[in-house]
């Protein structure tokens, strides 16, 4: 026992000392635990997040925006291959991470079940969800897990581009024609508040955000970033002309914050439980890629072990 | 209407295959048998459309008519598409993903090594630029159909059903008319009996590597260069041009 005492004490001392975890460092069951969690419904939320924005790759309204709009596609893919890669510095497999996901028993992160249903989805998601993403992944980039810390530094770079262009696209529609502006509103209405639900429940019914802090996993609580998130983010809808949809949005000269109406936290949790619009269909459409892409892996791994083969028998 | 501006043509058909393809290998995107393969899939998909948005840009400016890349990509209808009948093929399994890519990227390295040499400055300097990713895919294809012939049962089956559903189509890929005799004639398209010769090569070296069965030469497919499409192109197109048609006018 005293000898577990002093690794946590040696180890809680790293941290406080701002040194980074390492894979071969002796951590707290905890703290791996924790990090498995956090990193794999990250990792499984770039995947899943591809589904809704994939979802106008084909009907992207001109070819520059398509190619953007892939481009970006494509990053969270690889967001998604750094982050199960640094999951398994931590002594998980790929496979079993990935399988978790498609029985449901892994999360990943809410907002990906609502849909996108207008081409101004796809500007909201840039501004709006990659948006509040980035507020919690420049912190991650200090995160005390080595690893974890190195794949958001690569991420963040990728990710304030895209919510430059989301921005971008909302901007453009704002000032194109009624047409486009009402779309442009209309998307801002309905991600409004599962964005600032991404930052996760009010600091008081966060159970786990203080070992977290402490581990300096998190550095900021959910209600600090959200704050940031909103006073960032109602200036740049005045600045394009739009609304946030929120009666009680206030600017509070005192706290030198915006004020806001209560979030729905009925909504959020009904949604992480698996009855948001879209839950079943992201869900289903990952088994069937994998269900459907089986033979495809299984032909490579055979195709493998034969030049395996024939390379020793030569 | 076609021989008034053949190099208008000839470049319009270059750009109508890649951007066509590189549709329905968009259509992947998020859906890929495994992630690698995902983003693989998605940067093919990319560089097909970027060589696409070089050759309508420069396909609006060689007509003269102040049409742009998206004047030609979203305000044309299936007659006047004028891409092989191949690119437009449903993505179906992986294997016939990848044999259709395999069989349209063993033609286009060749073609766009050719029109290095082309004496239409721009084509010879979009070839310069898709010689490198052409290099690529045909590589990756290619890997990918000895995977598939030298993997498991299940997947030689599937490779070779790919390519024997899809072979009907390459007879166009090498069909000539007037548009391309001019070309060819002006120096500006390549001889496309070389580019045939080297494409039949490459199917057969690789398809031996998978021991794969070369399907035999049957009835081929015609029709595309005249905007003679099968029924998928108008689901492709509909699709396509939908956001931009419900509003015409607007800016994106």
Redesign the interface.
């Known amino acids: 026992m005293t000898d577990v005492k002093n690794l946590e004490e040696l180890f809680q001392a790293k941290i406080d000392a701002e040194q980074k975890i390492e894979p071969k460092d002796w951590m707290p069951d905890e703290y791996r635990k924790t990090l498995v969690r956090q990193i794999s419904q990250h990792a499984h939320s770039e995947?899943v997040g591809?589904?809704p924005e994939?979802n106008w790759?084909?009907?992207?309204?001109?070819?520059?925006?398509?190619?953007i709009l892939?481009?970006k596609?494509?990053d969270e893919?690889?967001h998604?291959?750094y982050l199960?890669s640094a999951s398994e510095t931590l002594g998980t497999s790929r496979e079993k991470t990935i399988d978790d996901l498609l029985s449901g028993k892994a999360k990943y992160s809410s907002i990906f079940n609502y849909p996108t249903l207008t081409?101004a989805d796809i500007g909201a998601i840039g501004w709006l969800v990659d948006g509040a993403a980035i507020m919690n992944q420049v912190m991650l980039c200090r995160t005390s897990y080595g690893p974890y810390a190195r794949a958001m530094v690569r991420i963040c770079k990728e990710e304030s581009f895209h919510q430059r262009q989301g921005y971008e696209?909302m901007a453009?529609?704002a000032q194109?024609?009624p047409?486009?502006k009402e779309m442009a509103q209309d998307a801002l209405n309905r991600w409004w508040w599962p964005s600032l639900m991404m930052f996760g429940p009010n600091d008081a019914d966060s159970p786990h955000s203080q070992q977290s802090m402490t581990w300096k996993i998190k550095r900021q609580s959910n209600d600090e970033l959200r704050q940031i998130f909103i006073d960032r983010t109602v200036q740049q809808a005045e600045v394009i002309g739009l609304s946030v949809p929120d009666p009680l949005l206030k600017w509070n000269e005192e706290r030198g914050h915006y004020d806001f109406g209560p979030i729905d936290w009925d909504e959020f949790w009904n949604v992480v439980k698996g009855n948001g619009p879209c839950n079943k269909e992201r869900l289903d459409?990952r088994n069937?890629?994998h269900a459907?892409?089986?033979?495809?892996?299984?032909?490579?791994v055979?195709?493998a072990a034969?030049r395996a083969k024939r390379k020793e028998a030569a | 209407m076609a021989m008034s501006n053949p190099l208008f043509q000839y470049t319009l058909r270059l750009g109508d295959d890649l951007l066509i393809l590189s549709h329905r290998l968009s259509e992947w995107c998020g859906h890929g048998p495994i992630l690698e393969e995902d983003i693989a899939l998605t940067n093919r998909s990319l560089d097909h459309l970027g060589e696409a948005r070089n050759l309508l840009t420069y396909a609006g400016q060689v007509e003269g008519k102040g049409r742009t890349e998206d004047d030609l990509a979203y305000r044309r209808m299936e007659r006047q598409f004028t891409n092989v009948k191949l690119v437009e093929q449903p993505n179906g399994d992986y294997a016939h993903t990848m044999a259709r890519s395999f069989l349209f990227d063993a033609y286009h390295l060749p073609l766009m090594q050719a029109l290095l040499k082309s004496k239409d400055e721009q084509l010879a300097a979009i070839a310069g630029k898709s010689v490198k990713e052409a290099t690529y895919h045909l590589r990756a294809s290619s890997e990918w159909m000895v995977r598939f012939g030298d993997g498991t049962a299940e997947s030689h089956q599937r490779a070779q059903a790919a390519l024997d559903d899809l072979w009907t189509f390459t007879g166009e890929l090498f069909e000539s008319d007037d548009v391309l005799a001019q070309m060819t004639q002006a120096g500006i398209a390549p001889d496309m009996a070389a580019v045939k010769a080297a494409w039949s090569k490459t199917v057969d070296e690789v398809l031996a590597e998978a021991t794969l069965k070369r399907p035999a030469d049957g009835f081929m497919a015609t029709g595309g260069r005249k905007g003679m499409h099968t029924e998928h192109m108008g689901y492709i197109l509909a699709e396509m041009q939908h956001v931009t048609r419900a509003y015409p006018g607007a800016e994106w």
């Open positions: 995947v591809m589904l994939g790759i084909t009907r992207a309204p001109s070819l520059k925006r398509k190619a892939l481009a596609v494509q893919a690889g998604g291959l199960y081409w696209i453009v529609l194109g024609t047409e486009q459409a069937k890629a459907e892409g089986q033979w495809v892996r299984d032909a490579a055979a195709h034969k």
